[in-house]
């Protein structure tokens, strides 16, 4: 039985991040989930959790979120170390860097990870993603305001490289954390739903049955957008907002 | 030099309206965007009508800018208005022209004009509207508009301070816009034995804006809609000034409670609750521009839903549908699938979605919006297929999938065309399309083409019948 976390789900849930729930909800059948509201302490604070997942938020709630999780922050590193699952998606990302610099003020970040966010309210960035991890194809998409700016103690801790797509910042391919059993990417939405064998080697770790729901579809799905997202001729929409 | 610049766009842009009428195209926009070509500012410098309403908000807009025309049509007050969607500055632009003279002066005293929410901080400022309506704010193009609380701000930043700002009382996000501002709220209250839609994936008031505590609703219609109060707080939702009551099948009788209180009888615009916000947000508006109750009421008896947003064909208990979900919108989407859900009289029925747009020719688009969309409400014994028709389509089935929808139930093609063709329509009776604001001609086709196939489908069937 893994205990799996969906923390600060009434707000974690902006871009198609329903999707992990319903995903996770049909994967870990069986298991323990626990639904953490922005008013609760989270469950890893209290024990032992598998997996947590935080998904994207207003930047309003990015700032509740950080103020929530400061007095957890050694917790939460010291989880990180001990090996607990961490995915991160879109804007959930943000929160574990140093800062978050908006127009109206610098919001310090849980300072986890070596990266500072800058967010301008134009232009929104809107590109698809495509990178290798180890020999996974990753497909994503952005929709952003911010761009990254990473520090040296990010050397190695990133996810993967963009070959396609925006990384951390129009100038640095760098995409996302992997560390330990930290999987975040500032690609939205359902990250892990639609990238089936990267779920399926964070299933193995979890020593889990790597066998996901709907996963004919899933890997048609995905097989077509990652031939797609690969190939040179499909080019980005170049659509700024 | 400014004013030679200015005149020469306003005779390009003339020009080009001339010419898009004269091949037989619509380009409502077209004359707006030569004009902003060639002078940037042109709004600023074309004069504008000497009173101004404005209508925004994430959906509803366009119907509640019709039927706020209409009546003004019916009334005989002459007037300008960016018909049909045309919303942004070009639109604006090219309204304004086809209701000016030569030197670019207005020929009519009022405007009424739908403004994309993003545009919005370019328009306002500009036109500086005297009334301004905002239906509703719901997460919307994730690309585009990023999410509510976003497109909130960008109004708090473009919204004249002297505005008469007509809201949504049961709306805590629209509702609480520009507080500075005069306001009027309309609200459509529970209507008797009104289900509640708490499954609805969206809320984006879930928690108090202010304090960040659950909200408690009383009352949920679907997504944020609703009545709430803050437990901690006291947050709640205004009261409102305008409202529905007595709602019936053909009329309803809409109550105002601005000076004294005053409860009329008229036709119902449409049946559903949507229907009722758009008919009540006009209603409120024209109220506001000084039109008496009974020349509203009058115009009403003749105004029909626009056929742009629901078209029906029938033969014998046989009928093909069109129904907008507008594109990449997971609300509008989600209130159309909601209404699909409730269809069990409609015999068995088959779900197209025909309303993917793709970024450029690459199908690279974000289907994101898939997954806070409540696909879930189709997963009926009722409803015979769900499919969709585009290069995306194994995300679609995989989403499908996901929300519990059979495999067999499921189809797919790259394309709209194929997706209908590949359909046997001798095992449905009810076809419904999703559609949204693009590909028009390619849907027009598809509803045609399946009209023909249902048709030839019941006639078979009554040949196949034995004589009697």
Same mark, same amino acid.
């Given at each position: 039985?893994?205990?799996?976390?969906?923390?600060?789900?009434?707000?974690?849930?902006?871009?198609?991040?329903?999707?992990?729930?319903?995903?996770?909800?049909?994967?870990?059948?069986?298991?323990?989930?626990?639904?953490?509201?922005?008013?609760?302490?989270?469950?890893?604070?209290?024990?032992?959790?598998?997996?947590?997942?935080? !998904?994207?938020?207003?930047?309003?709630?990015?700032?509740?979120?950080?103020?929530?999780?400061?007095?957890?922050?050694?917790?939460?590193?010291?989880?990180?170390?001990?090996?607990?699952?961490?995915?991160?998606?879109?804007?959930?990302?943000?929160?574990?860097?140093?800062?978050?610099?908006?127009?109206?003020?610098?919001?310090? !970040?849980?300072?986890?990870?070596?990266?500072?966010?800058?967010?301008?309210?134009?232009?929104?960035?809107?590109?698809?993603?495509?990178?290798?991890?180890?020999?996974?194809?990753?497909?994503?998409?952005?929709?952003?305001?911010?761009?990254?700016?990473?520090?040296?103690?990010?050397?190695?801790?990133?996810?993967?490289?963009?070959?396609? !797509?925006?990384?951390?910042?129009?100038?640095?391919?760098?995409?996302?954390?992997?560390?330990?059993?930290?999987?975040?990417?500032?690609?939205?939405?359902?990250?892990?739903?639609?990238?089936?064998?990267?779920?399926?080697?964070?299933?193995?770790?979890?020593?889990?049955?790597?066998?996901?729901?709907?996963?004919?579809?899933?890997?048609?799905?995905?097989?077509?957008?990652?031939?797609?997202?690969?190939?040179?001729?499909?080019?980005?929409?170049?659509?700024?907002? | 030099?400014?004013? *030679?610049?200015?005149?020469?766009?306003?005779?390009?842009?003339? =020009?080009?309206?001339?010419? /898009?009428?004269?091949?037989?195209?619509?380009?409502?926009?077209?004359?707006?965007?030569?004009?902003?070509?060639?002078?940037?500012?042109?709004?600023?410098?074309?004069? %504008?009508?000497?009173?101004?309403?404005?209508?925004?908000?994430?959906?509803?807009? &366009?119907?509640?800018?019709?039927?706020?025309?209409?009546?003004?049509?019916?009334?005989?007050?002459?007037?300008?208005?960016?018909?049909?969607?045309?919303?942004?500055?070009?639109?604006?632009?090219?309204?304004?022209?086809?209701?000016?003279?030569?030197?670019?002066?207005?020929?009519?005293?009022?405007?009424?004009?739908?403004?994309?929410?993003?545009?919005?901080?370019?328009?306002?400022?500009?036109?500086?509207?005297?009334? *301004?309506?905002?239906?509703?704010?719901?997460?919307?193009?994730?690309?585009?508009?990023?999410?509510?609380?976003?497109?909130?701000?960008? *109004?708090?930043?473009?919204?004249?301070?002297?505005?008469?700002?007509?809201?949504?009382?049961?709306?805590?996000?629209?509702?609480?816009?520009?507080?500075?501002?005069?306001?009027?709220?309309?609200?459509?209250?529970?209507?008797?034995?009104?289900?509640?839609?708490?499954?609805?994936?969206?809320?984006?008031?879930? %928690?108090?804006?202010?304090?960040?505590?659950?909200?408690?609703?009383?009352?949920?219609?679907?997504?944020?809609?609703?009545?709430?109060?803050?437990?901690?707080?006291?947050?709640?939702?205004?009261?409102?000034?305008?409202?529905?009551?007595?709602?019936?099948?053909?009329?309803?009788?809409?109550?105002?409670?601005?000076?004294?209180? =005053?409860?009329?009888?008229?036709?119902? =615009?449409?049946?559903?609750?949507?229907?009722?916000?758009?008919?009540?947000?006009?209603?409120?508006?024209?109220?506001?521009?000084?039109?008496?109750?009974?020349? @509203?009421?009058?115009?009403?008896? &003749?105004?029909?839903?626009?056929?742009?947003?629901?078209?029906?064909?029938?033969?014998?208990?046989?009928?093909? /549908?069109?129904?907008?979900?507008?594109?990449?919108?997971?609300?509008?989407?989600?209130?159309?699938?909601?209404? /699909?859900?409730?269809?069990?009289?409609?015999?068995? @029925?088959?779900?197209?979605?025909?309303?993917?747009?793709?970024?450029?020719?690459?199908?690279?688009?974000?289907?994101?919006?898939?997954?806070?969309?409540?696909?879930?409400? *189709?997963?009926?014994?009722? @409803?015979?297929?769900?499919?969709?028709?585009?290069?995306?389509?194994?995300?679609?089935?995989?989403?499908?999938?996901?929300?519990? @929808?059979?495999?067999?139930?499921?189809?797919?093609?790259?394309?709209?065309?194929?997706?209908?063709?590949?359909?046997?329509?001798?095992?449905?009776?009810?076809?419904?399309?999703?559609?949204?604001?693009?590909?028009?001609?390619?849907?027009?086709?598809?509803?045609?083409? =399946?009209?023909?196939?249902?048709?030839?489908?019941?006639?078979?069937?009554?040949?196949?019948?034995?004589?009697?």
């Amino acid at each position: 039985m893994k205990t799996i976390e969906y923390l600060y789900s009434d707000v974690g849930v902006l871009y198609g991040d329903q999707g992990h729930f319903l995903f996770f909800d049909q994967l870990f059948a069986g298991h323990k989930i626990v639904r953490t509201g922005l008013a609760d302490e989270p469950a890893f604070v209290r024990g032992s959790v598998d997996l947590l997942y935080l !998904g994207g938020m207003t930047e309003r709630h990015q700032r509740d979120v950080i103020t929530r999780l400061m007095p957890f922050r050694d917790v939460l590193s010291a989880r990180i170390e001990a090996g607990m699952h961490v995915l991160l998606t879109c804007n959930a990302m943000d929160i574990v860097g140093h800062r978050i610099v908006f127009p109206d003020g610098i919001v310090a !970040g849980l300072g986890l990870f070596d990266f500072s966010v800058d967010w301008t309210p134009w232009p929104r960035i809107n590109q698809f993603v495509y990178g290798m991890w180890q020999d996974i194809a990753l497909t994503g998409h952005k929709s952003q305001f911010t761009k990254t700016t990473f520090g040296p103690g990010m050397e190695g801790r990133h996810f993967f490289s963009a070959d396609r !797509g925006m990384g951390a910042n129009p100038a640095d391919s760098r995409e996302g954390i992997q560390y330990k059993h930290v999987y975040a990417t500032q690609c939205m939405g359902p990250f892990f739903v639609i990238n089936p064998p990267l779920m399926k080697h964070i299933l193995r770790e979890l020593e889990l049955p790597d066998k996901l729901p709907a996963e004919a579809f899933a890997e048609a799905a995905y097989e077509k957008r990652a031939a797609q997202f690969a190939d040179p001729k499909t080019r980005q929409a170049m659509e700024v907002v | 030099m400014s004013g *030679l610049r200015f005149l020469t766009a306003l005779a390009a842009a003339r =020009l080009g309206k001339t010419a /898009i009428r004269l091949l037989g195209r619509t380009g409502s926009h077209t004359p707006g965007r030569i004009a902003r070509r060639i002078d940037p500012d042109f709004l600023k410098k074309l004069p %504008l009508p000497r009173h101004i309403v404005c209508i925004t908000g994430t959906n509803g807009k &366009t119907t509640a800018a019709n039927f706020i025309s209409d009546t003004l049509t019916s009334a005989g007050i002459d007037h300008v208005q960016n018909t049909y969607g045309s919303n942004l500055q070009e639109g604006v632009i090219a309204a304004l022209i086809s209701k000016a003279n030569w030197k670019g002066r207005s020929k009519v005293d009022w405007g009424i004009f739908e403004v994309d929410e993003i545009a919005s901080k370019t328009i306002f400022p500009i036109l500086k509207p005297e009334i *301004l309506a905002v239906t509703n704010l719901f997460r919307d193009s994730y690309r585009r508009n990023a999410h509510a609380d976003y497109i909130a701000s960008l *109004l708090n930043e473009s919204i004249p301070k002297d505005a008469l700002l007509i809201l949504n009382a049961d709306d805590l996000i629209s509702a609480r816009i520009a507080p500075a501002s005069r306001r009027r709220y309309f609200s459509v209250p529970p209507l008797p034995g009104e289900p509640e839609e708490r499954t609805a994936h969206i809320n984006d008031t879930k %928690l108090c804006p202010d304090c960040g505590v659950p909200l408690d609703y009383s009352f949920q219609r679907y997504h944020h809609i609703g009545r709430a109060i803050c437990p901690s707080c006291g947050l709640k939702n205004p009261q409102a000034d305008y409202l529905t009551d007595d709602v019936r099948p053909t009329d309803v009788c809409l109550q105002e409670r601005v000076n004294g209180q =005053l409860a009329t009888r008229m036709k119902r =615009l449409g049946d559903r609750i949507t229907d009722l916000y758009n008919q009540l947000t006009a209603y409120a508006v024209l109220r506001e521009m000084g039109l008496p109750v009974e020349t @509203i009421k009058s115009a009403f008896e &003749t105004i029909r839903v626009p056929e742009t947003r629901l078209k029906e064909r029938r033969f014998g208990h046989k009928r093909v /549908i069109m129904m907008m979900g507008k594109d990449q919108n997971p609300v509008a989407n989600t209130r159309t699938l909601a209404v /699909i859900g409730q269809m069990k009289d409609a015999g068995r @029925i088959a779900v197209l979605f025909v309303n993917q747009v793709v970024d450029t020719d690459f199908h690279t688009e974000n289907i994101a919006w898939i997954y806070d969309c409540n696909v879930e409400y *189709l997963n009926q014994p009722f @409803i015979r297929y769900v499919g969709c028709g585009s290069p995306r389509w194994l995300d679609f089935a995989q989403r499908f999938c996901l929300a519990g @929808i059979p495999e067999e139930k499921i189809l797919g093609a790259d394309d709209e065309v194929t997706l209908a063709d590949n359909l046997d329509v001798s095992e449905v009776d009810t076809v419904v399309l999703v559609f949204g604001t693009k590909k028009k001609d390619i849907v027009a086709a598809v509803f045609d083409s =399946l009209a023909r196939r249902l048709e030839a489908s019941v006639q078979g069937q009554r040949d196949a019948e034995p004589a009697p």
